[in-house]
């Protein structure tokens, strides 16, 4: 990410936020694929990665491989439009580098219309949320999520960074701002691990909301599909 004065901060998707959730999904029975907006490798925020942790390292063992040679999200939304996808959830990860392409991605933009059209849930941590910018362009009124409420990284933590000596200088933009004037209720006032879920978009604040927000996804999730073989 290249900040206001030109200096380069190191982002990518955090994780904590990324591997935590994943294995409250696992452990529910639930299949994970990665998917990137060009097929690249996956970018993680390296120096926060929790080595010690033993989970962690299981889950990197496991996708590993995934995480070099992740899905093309084109091919997914080929995929969608044939009908041929049947995933129970999209998960948006977070870390400043989900504020880089994604809400700018046409393939993004299709993904989260796909989303709202096939009544899926979505799943977004910290900065994950800046994803939903992708259909910004469908306006105030339209907006698939106007008078939606959520929880997120702040805008006014992101702007205290730099003193902290966290990032190399001031962010470039901020997406907060930007939801808000979508119609987006940030309900957090700080950063202390909070979770929401409002309809099918379900929300955390940070790396402390990981596990929390593993597990309430992973609730939600399972109460859901047992909902559809009860109705069935």
């Known amino acids: 990410m290249t900040m206001k004065n030109g200096k380069k901060f190191s ?27 060009t097929g690249a490798p996956v970018k993680f925020e390296m120096w926060a990665m929790p080595y010690e942790d033993e989970n962690i390292g299981k889950i990197l063992d496991k996708y590993n491989t995934q995480f070099s040679n992740p899905h093309n ?29 994604l809400p700018e991605n046409n393939d993004v933009k299709e993904l989260i219309k796909w989303v709202v059209a096939e009544d899926k849930y979505l799943l977004a941590i910290c ?54 004037q979508l119609g987006i209720e940030i309900l957090n006032k700080k950063i202390a691990g909070d979770c929401h879920v409002d309809r099918k978009l379900i929300t955390a604040d940070s790396p402390l909301a990981a596990d929390k927000f593993g597990k309430l996804c992973a609730d939600e999730l399972l109460a859901y599909e047992k909902s559809k073989v009860e109705n069935e």
């Open 73 to 101: 999200l084109r091919d997914f939304i080929a995929d969608t439009n044939k009908g041929y996808v049947d995933y129970v959830t999209v998960f948006i990860p977070g870390g400043h580098g989900a504020m880089l392409g």
């Open 11 to 37: 982002t990518g998707n955090h994780p904590v936020e990324t591997l935590v959730p994943i294995l409250h999904f696992e452990r529910a029975g639930f299949e994970v694929d990665f998917y990137t907006p």
């Open 127 to 180: 900065h994950g949320p800046a994803a939903l910018l992708s259909v910004a362009d469908c306006g105030a009124t339209e907006f698939p999520f106007k008078g939606y409420k959520i929880n997120s990284f702040l805008d006014e933590m992101d702007k205290t960074l730099p003193e902290s000596g966290y990032q190399p200088g001031e962010m470039p933009w901020f997406y907060g701002e930007k939801l808000k």
